[in-house]
């Protein structure tokens, strides 16, 4: 019985890091990306989306944080306002994981790593779109 009450909290607290964690970093991407903000999960802030500009190139950018978040990476993907794929669904690119990434960042330093790895990977994206 000990070991179930040991393992039970020992769930539950990384249950809670968990959520504590994708809120803080779902928080730094609201004060950092402000008016372009799209939609964010407010209740288990799972996902977070935004419009962004780079070189007069317009896209959605989405961020998903894994259920292990801040173990493992969150996810980025790209979506296109401009075009349909020949299905008719809209072009969607997703990345590998953030490189380079620490669970032991804050959110202002995932964000801004977040940053830099959507400007280099955008001019990719774009040249999938013309």
Same mark, same amino acid.
């Given at each position: 019985v000990v070991e179930i009450c040991d393992f039970l909290r020992e769930s539950? %607290?990384? @249950?809670?890091?968990?959520?504590?964690?994708r809120k803080e970093h779902v928080s730094a991407l609201l004060a950092s990306f402000g008016r %372009?903000? @799209?939609?964010?999960?407010a209740d288990l802030f799972r996902y977070f989306t935004c419009l962004l500009e780079v070189n007069r190139f317009s896209f959605l950018l989405k961020i998903?944080?894994?259920n292990d978040f801040p173990e493992c990476?969150?996810?980025?993907s790209f979506r296109s306002l401009y075009y349909l794929r020949n299905d008719r669904n809209i072009i969607v690119q997703n990345l590998t994981p953030?490189?380079?990434y620490s669970p032991d960042w804050d959110g202002i330093e995932c964000?801004?790593?977040i940053k830099k790895y959507v400007l280099c990977q955008s001019e990719k994206f774009k040249?999938?779109?013309f």
């Open positions: 539950v %607290a990384a @249950i809670v890091q968990s959520y504590r964690k %372009a903000v @799209i939609e964010y999960d998903r944080f894994p990476s969150p996810t980025v953030v490189p380079s964000v801004e790593s040249s999938l779109n």
